[in-house]
């Protein structure tokens, strides 16, 4: 049973990996949406998984048996997990619950749910983001409005209404909590992000009647100057130098049938290993360990 156990982490982990490889070769709509995809679905893998090894190994241990050890039988793990797999996975478990509370406290505290508005803010440091909730509520700095002619302007707040009409705070929270509670999942959350990033310069770039040059302009020389805000989407905030590089280049192409397929029907089988997981852990609902 224990390595029936691990098949939804491992097949997850290769899903991560393969979706990683392949986000930057299209276009960043299609890649965010994908990448925040199979965030989820390996994130409802690798959670119940995580729990699943955790509760079997400490209802093994000599001096928790009597409270856990009910729990491993229920959960058809009845062989010794090693240590080297146990303790991690309870670490991960632990660490994960903690981490995770922490995004959504974040969350609630940033999110600003008021009908949206530009808001500039007295600083003198160069910044602009967009808070998450229905809002859609932009802040700019003074020193940024100050920095920047009425063009460079324009491109910032492209940019910004763009993350508020399509709600990527709702994306970007996907990422944010996957990344905590599976700390393997922090590089797909972050290419999540730079993918958000990308589209909004993509949106820019249409306002701006395609010119990729001047977007790529205003996006290197407020990144000289910025400073980037945590749980919030920010103009300059990740990934400048490929930002740049990506909009001096032609738009990327829509990938191919094939490509769209094979990622699909990956992440469309972590989905069904993932259910299978936590159909197992759902009897936690009706049995609280320990008993």
Same mark, same amino acid.
């Given at each position: ?218 996006? %290197?020389?407020? $990144? +000289?100057?910025? /400073? ?11 990934? &400048? *130098? #490929? ?21 699909? %029907?990956?992440? $469309? +089988?972590?989905? /069904? ?11 936690? &609902? *009706? #049995?609280?360990?320990?008993?």
């Amino acid at each position: 049973m224990f390595p029936g156990v691990l098949l939804p982490l491992v097949v997850a982990v290769v899903v991560a990996v393969a979706v990683t490889t392949v986000h930057r070769r299209m276009p960043p709509t299609v890649a965010s949406r994908l990448l925040t995809v199979a965030l989820a679905v390996v994130a409802s893998a690798a959670v119940p998984t995580l729990w699943l090894i955790s509760l079997g190994y400490l209802g093994h241990l000599p001096f928790l048996d009597q409270g856990f050890s009910w729990c491993a039988r229920m959960f058809g793990i009845h062989a010794r997990i090693p240590h080297w797999i146990g303790i991690p996975a309870v670490a991960l478990s632990s660490v994960g619950v903690f981490r995770t509370w922490r995004v959504f406290r974040l969350h609630r505290r940033i999110r600003h749910d008021q009908p949206g508005s530009v808001e500039i803010a007295g600083h003198e440091a160069v910044f602009a983001f967009t808070l998450p909730g229905r809002g859609g509520h932009v802040v700019l700095s003074s020193g940024l409005v100050d920095f920047l002619d009425d063009d460079e302007q324009s491109v910032v707040l492209a940019h910004e209404n763009a993350h508020a009409r399509h709600r990527h705070d709702r994306y970007l929270l996907i990422g944010q909590l996957g990344a905590a509670s599976t700390p393997f999942l922090r590089p797909l959350a972050s290419r999540l992000q730079f993918s958000l990033e990308r589209w909004a310069d993509e949106e820019a770039v249409e306002a701006r009647h395609g010119d990729r040059r001047f977007v790529a302009h205003t996006l %290197a020389k407020v $990144a +000289l100057r910025t /400073v980037t805000p945590v749980g919030a989407l920010s103009f300059a905030g990740l990934g &400048v *130098t #490929a930002r740049v590089a990506a909009l001096l280049a032609p738009a990327p192409s829509r990938p191919g049938a094939s490509t769209l397929i094979g990622m699909w %029907a990956a992440i $469309a +089988l972590t989905a /069904v290993l993932a259910g299978f997981q936590i159909h197992h852990l759902a009897r936690l &609902v *009706t #049995a609280i360990c320990p008993g």
